[in-house]
């Protein structure tokens, strides 16, 4: 890998890891076309999902201290099912990045999922602790790679009959715990030594995915007021169809 595949990558997360086309599988369709690429663990993914992080913390900064503990409660309700996937199969799940075709069929469900969402009227139905575990455990299926993270829990949340932009607003701030946990445990398995053997490309990739990523958060916020987030979902089909059969 060199500095311009950093970029590239960093690019790809800050976009992608918003708007409902996974950037997950969009990382492991662009480092399988990267000659000799390779990371401990998932390493350099967990670096670019910090700098997205960041600019979910930055742009939500204002609203993240008038929250109640009521708010908060809901939050570490829908945080458990990634959290407990993530620390019980957290090997297994490393090896599913490695599956070049199975992202694809992934993608062409996250693609029917973003197709549906424009279809779904919502009763502005509040968010409860059930519905927040409803959602956290679509975050959690989420983390394998070609399901949006952002696509999974909207849609379900609008399936509940939720208002979207509450649900944009709660699945973009339920992502903080489950990144931050992420990179906890990926540090804790694989260290910084073998991690930070090029520390430039990480500094690289992680001020692109940083930039682009505070930038594609109102895209999604957009999408969703205009009713065009069929609009990814024809995109992530389109992609998936082309991984797997191409």
């Known amino acids: 890998m060199n500095i311009i595949w950093s970029v590239v990558l960093g690019i790809i997360q800050g976009l992608t890891e918003f708007l409902p086309v996974s950037s997950s599988g969009h990382l492991v369709i662009a480092q399988h076309f990267i000659p000799g690429f390779s990371q401990p663990g998932v390493m350099y993914d967990v670096i670019l999902h910090l700098a997205t992080l960041l600019a979910i913390l930055y742009f939500f900064r204002k609203k993240i201290f008038k929250l109640g503990l009521k708010y908060y409660q809901l939050l570490l309700v ?63 299926v989420a983390i394998i790679p070609g399901i949006s993270r952002s696509g999974a829990t909207i849609f379900t949340g609008v399936k509940l009959g939720i208002d979207k932009k509450k649900v944009a607003e709660f699945s973009f701030l339920l992502s903080i715990p489950a990144i931050l946990g992420a990179n906890i445990l990926e540090f804790a398995t694989h260290g910084l030594s073998d991690g930070f053997a090029n520390p430039l490309f990480y500094l690289v990739g992680f001020v692109a995915a940083l930039i682009s990523g505070f930038y594609s958060i109102n895209m999604v916020f957009n999408s969703l007021a205009k009713k065009k987030f069929g609009l990814f979902g024809i995109y992530a089909i389109a992609l998936g169809l082309i991984v797997i059969f191409i």
């Open 78 to 140: 829908g945080t458990i099912p990634a959290a407990v996937l993530g620390f019980l199969f957290q090997s297994q799940l490393e090896k599913m990045f490695g599956n070049f075709k199975m992202v694809g069929v992934e993608l062409v469900i996250t693609g029917i999922l973003n197709l549906l969402v424009d279809k779904v009227e919502t009763r502005k139905t509040n968010i409860s602790n059930t519905n927040s575990l409803l959602i956290g455990i679509s975050q959690a």
